[in-house]
């Protein structure tokens, strides 16, 4: 059972910053040529799942742990309010249509937990709507995983309260941060303990797909925590090029080598 409580929101102590930060750049390059085997081999996708209170990081981790993959092989997807279409369909069917095609990764900046997330704290939806919710997500995931061979990662960005108001302060103080602010993020922020309850539930009960806690209080240790069970599971996966069958080319197709040796 997951206490948010007692997981620590820093990097393990004696780990070496400089060390960690000396092997990004490698390791970003990597997830960026797998990128490009699974876009190739269209026989695995891979959907990447942030959530975490405001500010916790989930744009920065999009932008640098996919900074090397090609446009054409990611998405990115960000769930906020509900429009009135939105509002009028089960909670599933805006999240459905964006879940990924084989071959691709698709990265979700908040999910369908937002809606045994928000809609639970603020007592939108009574608990019998939650438990419906529950296992729907539970079902769904596993339709991903088992129906179309798609990996999912869910990361949790375990942000400490302390460290929240210092991020949401910024965006007021800093002119190149302006726009990030959001008087709604305030207004959320009274309602920590119960959101905490509320993502402990989720985690907890939905595990059919595994969460990771992420210690978010530093962002060199976030990414690096990130990058590393992305690259991770990408490897696990074995991809490969498919190759040509070049016996089977089609006539005319393709420039046959010369004999070794002659008109040398």
């Known amino acids: 059972m997951v206490k948010l409580s007692e997981i620590s929101t820093r990097a393990p102590e004696g780990l070496n910053r400089d060390k960690v930060e000396k092997g990004m750049k490698e390791m970003y390059k990597r997830i960026g040529e797998l990128q490009e085997m699974m876009l190739a081999g269209e026989q695995h996708s891979l959907l990447v799942v942030f959530q975490g209170m405001d500010a916790s990081g989930k744009d920065g981790l999009t932008k640098r742990v996919f900074r090397y993959c090609s446009p054409v092989g990611i998405r990115a997807q960000g769930f906020g309010k509900p429009t009135e279409d939105e509002f009028a369909h089960d909670f599933l069917w805006r999240i459905h249509k964006h879940t990924p095609a084989k071959g691709m990764i698709q990265v979700f900046n908040r999910s369908h937990y937002e809606d045994i997330l928000i809609q639970r704290v603020h007592g939108w939806i009574d608990e019998e709507h939650v438990e419906v919710r529950i296992n729907a997500i539970n079902a769904f995931e ?41 008087s709604g993020d305030w207004e959320q922020r009274k309602h920590w303990d119960k959101y905490m309850e509320c993502y402990e539930g989720a985690i907890n009960r939905c595990n059919i797909a595994p969460w990771y806690i ?51």
Not at 152 to 170: A, D, G, M, T, V
Not at 217 to 234: E, G, I, M
Not at 241 to 256: A, F, H, R, S, T
């Open 214 to 264: 992420v210690p978010a209080d530093q962002r060199w240790y976030r990414n690096f925590y990130v990058t590393q069970t992305v690259l991770n599971t990408l490897e696990n996966l074995n991809m490969e090029y498919p190759l040509l069958d070049k016996d089977n080319l089609g006539e005319g197709v393709g420039i046959k080598k010369k004999d070794k040796g002659k008109d040398e």
């Open 142 to 182: 596993s339709l991903l995983q088992k129906d179309n061979n798609t990996t999912i990662l869910k990361f949790y960005l375990h942000l400490s309260e302390e460290r929240q108001l210092e991020k949401l302060q910024e965006r007021i103080d800093l002119p190149r941060k302006n726009y990030k602010h959001n």
